[in-house]
Each structure stands twice: as C-alpha cells, then as structure tokens.
C-alpha cells in the first residue's frame, strides 16, 4: 500500500471557520441555572454535564457554570471526567453509573472524583480498591439504576462514608402518583444510612415543590434551555442558537422536484437554498417536517427529505446569499412537538461539525 507523502511539518492545518455554529447564549445558561437554584428553595442546585453538557459542549458549558458558581456537577461516564477536570476540583464531580470495574475504581481513587454506587456489587468493588467518600443512589421506583432501599442496611453500605444520598425520578414532567409514592419511599430509606445530604429532584422534580427539593436539586435539561413542564417556561430562556451557512442558491421551474425521492415538487417558479446541516449534525429527517429556518425575519420553510449534511430550504421570498448563515430551529417544545422526538435528543444529537461558541 501506497502511503501519502507526510504533510510539511511546518504547516498547520487550522481548518478554516465552520459552516455550522452553535452559538452558546452565556447569560440565559448563567439566568436558567440561578432560575433554577432560586426555584429550589434551602436547597442548592447541582448541574448535570453528562453527555458533553446535553450536546452543547463541555468546554463551553463548563467554565460557564464554574464562573456562576456551580458547585456539584454530575456526569454519566468515567470518560467525561477528564474534560471537566479542567475546570472544576475532582471532589464536585459525580460520576453517576458509578464503579463497574477495578480500574474505573482505581481511576476514581487516583482523581478523587466521586462515583455514585448503585449496587452491592459496585459498593463490594469500592471499598476493596480502597474507596472513601462516596456518594449512593438509591432506587425509588424508577427501577433503572440503584441499590434497593432494603440493601441500604446491608453491612458493606453501612460502612461507606457517604456524602450525597441521591434517588430519581421517573416521571417528573408529568402530574404523576408516581412522585408523591417516589418521594415516600425516598424519605423511608432516609433514616437507613448516614448521608451529609440529599437529593431528588431533576430540572422537572423542582417544579413539584419543597418536599422534593431536600439538600441538592441536579437540573440538566432547564439548564440547557428545555421546557420539562409548562411552568418551567416563564423561568427558562433557548440557550442554543444553531446556524447553518447556505451553500448554493438555484432557480427552480414548476415540475422541478427537490432532494432524495423527490418529494417535493415545485408548483411554480421556486428559488431554492441549499444550506449545510444534515442528519449527520443531529437534524434527523422527522425535523424537517413542518419545519422552516430563519433569516432575520424571513421564513425559509424545508423542501423535500433531510439528506445526510444538506437541507433544502424555499428561499423565493429571501434575501439570503450564498455564504450568508441561517437560524436553525432552536425552539425546544416546539421542535419536539413537530418531529416527536425528546427534548433530551434534539440536544444530544448535536453533531460534531457544529462549531460551539
Ligand atoms: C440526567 C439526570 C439528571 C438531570 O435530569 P434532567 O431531567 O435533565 O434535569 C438528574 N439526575 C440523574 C440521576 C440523571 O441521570
């Protein structure tokens, strides 16, 4: 196999600006978190960063929240610790699927972030590799991940030194039997272990009131700009403004069809903008549907199928130019009403060729 030559070592490739950007609204994340921490009462609020803060960005989100004074932050897998090391001491981390492993326990040791044991197993493989303070979920019903409130008296749980006694809920966004009976059996396991503080609530549980809000609250999606309930929505400000650069601009007869499949079919003369996202940046297909991008206060509504990186959008009653940038839709309810798709997806799918800033 032939090689290609390698590149001069005095050439840096800096890539040149992204057709796609995600622009971060910093004073709306700093607004919604303070929301937020106000709505939780005597309680403090928590961050959760999981998941490259829901699509948005760790190294954009995180110092962020560092400079607004978020103090606890929670992430998913031992991966995302690195990243976030960067701007906050190990001991605000959490690690929420906790120690699978020896080495993911090693890990948590030598960096002193904290894992959440869920299991006897996973409290079995702490205390073995040494372990120290820990924080403990314990499963009210969601019946996902956690140790079972009758395992909180097993002898290997009563050792561990634990700071944060968590639970989840399964169904906060919604006027549920399932919180009060969640909340009920949260306070049972309360007097079984010895914890420094407690927490239940996610971005939707704090909208249910002080019983829920104990020690610490963890709002993930509100932080982001997602609306769980609808009385979020006075609190809460779209924090992620995605754009994408149109690429070409051509001029359409009637007859002339658009995209894969051609199921969109002029009816008349049509200009049409070819503009540089796809469902490889997260604008799945089901996005397309009823869907319109903007330039300032134009509507270009979405012609025919999402390809993998190009929409197509009517442009005949625009302005735009090639080059010029068009708002993607950002509206969080209102995108997953139209393409039934979670809040928590049309954040997370965020691709990578977004430029965040
Ligand atoms: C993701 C997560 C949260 C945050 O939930 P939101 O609904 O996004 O506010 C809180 N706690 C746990 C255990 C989680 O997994």
Redesign the pocket.
């Given at each position: 196999m032939n090689l290609p030559e390698p590149l001069p070592a005095n050439l840096h490739l800096e890539p040149p600006p992204a057709s796609l950007r995600l622009r971060i609204d910093r004073a709306a994340l700093v607004g919604n978190w303070n929301a937020l921490h106000r709505l939780s009462g005597k309680a403090a609020a928590g961050a959760?960063v999981?998941a490259d803060a829901y699509g948005l960005g760790i190294d954009v989100v995180a110092p962020i929240l560092c400079g607004a004074d978020v103090r606890e932050y929670?992430v998913?897998h031992w991966s995302e610790v690195p990243a976030l090391l960067n701007y906050v001491e190990a001991s605000q981390i959490s690690v929420?699927h906790g120690v699978g492993n020896a080495q993911e326990a090693r890990f948590a040791i030598v960096t002193g972030v904290r894992p959440v044991i869920n299991s006897l197993r996973q409290a079995a493989l702490w205390v073995e590799a040494g372990g120290g303070r820990c924080n403990v979920m314990v499963d009210s019903g969601i019946n996902r991940l956690g140790l079972a409130p009758a395992e909180l008296c097993d002898p290997i749980v009563q050792g561990l030194e634990i700071d944060i006694l968590?639970s989840?809920l399964a169904s906060a966004e919604e006027d549920s039997a399932q919180n009060p009976r969640q909340l009920a059996i949260f306070r049972d396991t309360v007097p079984l272990v010895k914890a420094e503080r407690l927490s239940l609530a996610?971005?939707?549980g704090i909208m249910l009131g002080p019983d829920y809000h104990f020690d610490l609250t963890?709002?993930?999606?509100?932080l982001y700009g997602g609306i769980?309930h609808p009385s979020m929505q006075e609190h809460i400000a779209q924090v992620a403004f995605p754009q994408g650069a149109v690429l070409q601009i051509r001029d359409l007869h009637a007859g002339d069809a658009v995209g894969y499949n051609a199921t969109w079919v002029a009816d008349r003369e049509t200009r049409v903008a070819t503009v540089s996202v796809g469902h490889a940046d997260g604008f799945l297909r089901q996005m397309g549907v009823d869907c319109a991008l903007q330039h300032d206060q134009e509507r270009l509504p979405v012609l025919g199928r999402v390809s993998m990186d190009m929409i197509m959008v009517d442009a005949s009653s625009s302005t735009v130019k090639e080059g010029d940038f068009l708002d993607l839709p950002g509206d969080l309810p209102g995108i997953s009403q139209r393409s039934g798709l979670s809040q928590?997806e049309i954040l997370t799918i965020l691709g990578k060729r977004f430029e965040r800033s």
């Open positions: 959760a999981k929670f998913a929420l968590l989840h996610n971005s939707a963890r709002p993930g999606l509100a769980p928590y």
